[in-house]
């Protein structure tokens, strides 16, 4: 049972540069959604997607972009990436809406901006 | 802004005592989530309980909820040194498609 697979695991950019975060699915879930983690701040939601084709807005959007083209697979991307955006990211799917159900977890991404 | 905090921010205990952490938030829920989170690991979830609810089970996990402080407390029995990890609430003010996560409580259980 893979659940919630992110993809890769680490990585260091220089500023700049851009990249694409991955993560699959294999729970047939409709709602996927990218967190990142900070010490100190908790998790807090950049993008959610409800359903395949559609992204909205979480509570730090800015500087990331989100695709959502297969049902699976929920895409993040830095088009330029700053040293602010060092964290830990997080993809988590559910179901249904995050409110009424469990949210599943990959194990996340190590992003470092030099 | 956080909706849910938790409280302690850090407990250490001794293996076979219970560990209990709290959880405040800000507005109205329809239900109150809890999540573990071991170290490099992404979250697990524990226990999804209900606005109706003021009490629920599961295994060595109790979670209670009281709306009217707009509390909820997890209390883990019997502690082990596995339960070592970090323990956050989370809630979706008004129901809605965006859970809010607190900053968590680290959890140690000494050997």
Known sequence: ?114 | SQQGEEDPQALSIQEGENATMNCSYKTSINNLQWYRQNSGRGLVHLILIRSNEREKHSGRLRVTLDTSKKSSSLLITASRAADTASYFCATAPGGGNKLTFGTGTQLKVEL
């Open chain 1, 1 to 114: 049972n893979a659940g919630v697979t992110q993809t890769p695991k680490f990585r260091v950019l220089k500023t700049g540069q851009s990249m694409t975060l991955l993560c699959a699915q294999d729970m047939n879930h409709e709602y996927m959604y990218w967190y990142r983690q900070d010490p100190g701040m908790g998790l807090r939601l950049i993008h959610y997607s409800v359903g395949e084709g559609t992204t909205a807005k979480g509570e730090v959007p800015d500087g990331y972009n989100v695709s959502r083209l297969k049902k699976q697979n929920f895409l993040l991307g830095l088009e330029s990436a700053a040293p602010s955006q060092t964290s830990v990211y997080f993809c988590a799917s559910s179901q249904d809406r995050g409110s009424n159900q469990p949210q599943h977890f990959g194990d996340g991404t190590r992003l470092s901006i030099l």
